[in-house]
């Protein structure tokens, strides 16, 4: 029986299966963070119940935390992380927080500790987990009873999902990133075009991405609705899982990480990568994305009166105005960072728009690295001097900072950031802030110029 990759990773961890259609599945690897946990710990203390594998759990400190110091910036943001701290001293959970080397955005420091692999199954509290599958591996994220659950049985109940796959074959332009390359599967599939589904990223374009880049499409894959994302494990995922501190913790041999030749997908697409160019968005969903040489939609695009009143209602939120071009769009903030691109091939690409010039009078531009082992890579390699050169604020604590608004770094109510992080949804950076998606080298380019523009257009 052909099996898809999706498949043969549900097969080698089901327990059993339920009475309700649903089946019990194992989980290796489990990572927590200080604001979805600790509900998930109180339910533990009320039922007297203990953590089954503390070997198999990690906690992060990463999305309340300060980025400008190692200190809380208030007081809920610290008994959040002293909760978290305690609760992984009681159950002997290993626990990286603040001023800890190791410290960082839990799906940057995962891959960089080698704690992932092909053949895993990894779960965690936050829904850009799909990360991992970057690696072959299954990655999801889970409810805090889910969290409750895993910590004291190491298994989680699962429904399986529909599949499809998304085939993104020929070469790119320069200047195109695996950031537009997942921005324009969005835009092609929909924002829940894959609701229900593991998708499973293929074709030659995503086989000549680093590691780096697949993450990020891996990551973003939930802005597809996609519950999983997958790519098949190859020579490159392989050179990626040497070298890091706990590199071969978790080996799953005997089986091939990758879909049978002949497996069938419940859908499918095809996306030809000379058609990507560098992408924004323009509007409230990551599916509201134009090339950068484009204009904003206008309600003459549309036919369904639906679609006429998002568009209405985008632009209004936006402050944009109908077929405005994208590149009189001007900016307040640039901001680099986030799970999807504040990893060091990021920071080099941006490193290097940046190199001899200088962000525009006006513009406040942040980068803040995913790791503590990313900012040090970074120093040593005089990209902070780069970017501090440039006029960027470089912060010296990782952290999900302003992608998504829970510590102090908040964009203000109409203020409009050039942004390398993942959504783009009314208030998500903030009450009123206006968010455009864009990669890493496309937010400096943005940064110097004032406004959005053409990376291409940097030599």
């Not at 980025?67 to 959970?93: F, M, Q, V, W, Y």
């Not at 894959?221 to 501190?245: K, N, Y």
């Not at 968005?281 to 134009?290: A, K, L, N, V, Y």
């Amino acid at each position: 029986m052909n099996r898809t990759l999706y498949d043969k990773l549900v097969d080698a961890h089901k327990v059993c299966d339920l009475p309700d259609g649903d089946m019990l599945i194992y989980v290796d690897f489990h990572i927590m963070n200080e604001y979805t946990s600790p509900q998930a710990f109180s339910g533990l203390d009320t039922k007297q119940l203990g953590v089954w594998r503390p070997e198999a759990h990690l906690a992060v400190v990463d999305h309340v935390n300060a980025t400008r110091s190692s200190e809380p910036h208030d007081a809920a943001s610290k008994l959040l992380i002293d909760n978290l701290e305690a609760n992984c001293t009681k159950h002997g959970i290993a626990f990286y927080g603040l001023g800890d080397p190791r410290q960082g955005i839990e799906h940057v420091v995962v891959p960089e500790q080698g704690l992932v692999a092909p053949g895993m199954l990894i779960a965690c509290g936050d829904s850009h987990t799909t990360t991992y599958g970057a690696f072959g591996a299954l990655g999801f994220g889970i409810g805090t009873s889910e969290v409750e659950h895993v910590l004291a049985t190491q298994t989680l109940r699962y429904k399986r999902m529909k599949t499809m796959r998304v085939t993104v074959e020929g070469g790119t332009a320069p200047g195109v990133t695996a950031k537009d390359i997942i921005m324009k599967i969005v835009q092609v599939v929909g924002a829940g075009g894959a609701n229900g589904h593991a998708v499973e990223f293929s074709g030659s374009a995503i086989r000549g991405l680093d590691m780096a880049g697949r993450m990020t499409v891996c990551n973003m894959a939930v802005e597809l609705g996609a519950r999983a994302a997958l790519i098949a494990a190859d020579d490159i995922t392989d050179a990626a899982l040497l070298g890091h501190p706990h590199s071969g913790r978790f080996e799953f041999k005997g089986e091939s990480w990758v879909s049978d030749p002949e497996a069938e997908f419940d859908k499918e697409f095809v996306i030809s990568g000379a058609d990507i160019e560098p992408l924004i968005t323009w509007g409230t969903s990551p599916d509201q994305s134009i090339p950068i040489t484009a204009n904003v939609p206008v309600a003459a695009d549309y036919v369904s009166p639906k679609a006429k009143a998002a568009l209405e209602r985008s632009l209004q939120y936006m402050g944009l105005s109908e077929g405005q071009s994208a590149q009189s769009i001007e900016i307040d903030t640039a901001f680099i960072g986030s799970c999807t691109n504040s990893r060091i091939e990021d920071l080099r690409e941006a490193a290097k728009i940046l190199e001899g010039r200088h962000v525009a009078t006006g513009v406040e531009a942040i980068v803040v690295p995913g790791s503590a082992m990313t900012r040090l890579k970074a120093e040593a390699e005089g990209l902070r001097a780069i970017f501090e050169t440039a006029g960027f604020e470089w912060r010296p604590e990782a952290g999900c900072s302003m992608c998504l608004a829970m510590n102090d770094d908040i964009a203000m109510d109409g203020e409009r950031v050039a942004s390398s992080t993942n959504r783009n949804f009314e208030g998500r950076q903030g009450r009123g802030a206006r968010t455009h998606l864009m990669s890493p080298a496309m937010v400096a380019a943005a940064a110097v110029s004032g406004h959005l523009v053409d990376v291409r257009d940097f030599k």
